[in-house]
């Protein structure tokens, strides 16, 4: 199985920050990677597909890059809704699997 | 508007068996390839299987976990998606989540539902 890994586990930040997220895959996924954020209590939304596509209706502060082992999701100016847990996901084979997850808290 | 609502969790116990299902609305639930993801308290996702459309042949595929134990089925008539659980473990216990995966341009979970819970105790 592919082996998705988040750093940080947990980061603090501020309103209007810049905020960089990395997943690294044992094994390259190409360009399948997604990324999603997770409110507690609520479903995952997808935020990022296929590396660097932006799902409809997510805001543009979000981009993701990166291809083989290596990806990154910022968020160019943290804002209020954006706190939570973000996973990264790999669909490059079966079976699907995660990172661990980064909390992102306000500071 | 895409909808895929899950029902059918509750609380059992080790071994016994449940069936969840996920009504879809708002595409075409028969051209869809659709999967499961879990979520333990406290934990993070985890995969637990795919069925493809049965133009696509209709295959599954499961997590180890799981595999042996689960079964995904669809009833395109209905626009249901079923997860057939048996030999249920504590471990099992999580919200499941019902998801669609469009296919398009890529491979991703793009729609989830609200999830159900099931809690495995003895």
């Known amino acids: 199985d592919i082996q998705m890994t988040q750093s940080p586990s947990s980061l603090s930040a501020s309103v209007g920050d810049r905020v960089t997220i990395t997943c690294r895959a044992s094994h390259s996924v190409s360009t399948y990677l997604n990324w999603y954020h997770q409110n507690p209590g609520k479903a995952p939304k997808l935020l990022i597909y296929a590396a660097s596509s932006l799902q409809s209706g997510v805001p543009s502060r979000f981009s993701g890059s990166g291809s083989g082992t290596d990806f990154t999701l910022t968020i160019s100016s943290l804002q209020p809704e954006d706190f939570g847990t973000y996973y990264c996901?790999?669909?490059?084979?079966?079976?699907?699997?995660f990172g661990q997850g980064t909390k992102l808290e306000i500071k | 508007e895409v909808q895929v609502v899950e029902s059918g969790g509750d609380l059992i116990k080790p071994g016994e068996s449940l069936r969840l299902s996920c009504a879809a609305s708002g595409f075409t639930f028969s051209n869809a390839w659709m999967n499961w993801v879990r979520q333990a308290p406290g934990k993070g996702l985890e995969w637990v299987g795919r069925?493809?459309?049965?133009?696509?042949?209709?295959?599954?595929d499961y997590a180890a976990p799981v595999k042996g134990r689960f079964t995904i089925s669809r009833d395109d008539s209905k626009n249901t998606l079923y997860l057939q659980m048996n030999s249920l473990k504590t471990e099992d216990t999580a919200v499941y989540y019902c998801?669609?995966?469009?296919?398009?341009?890529?491979?991703?979970?793009?729609?989830w539902g609200q999830g159900t819970l099931i809690t495995v105790s003895p």
């Open positions: 998801t669609t995966d469009p296919r398009i341009g890529g491979r991703y979970f793009q729609h």
């Open positions: 069925i493809k459309s049965k133009t696509d042949g209709g295959t599954t």
């Open positions: 996901q790999q669909s490059y084979e079966i079976p699907y699997t």
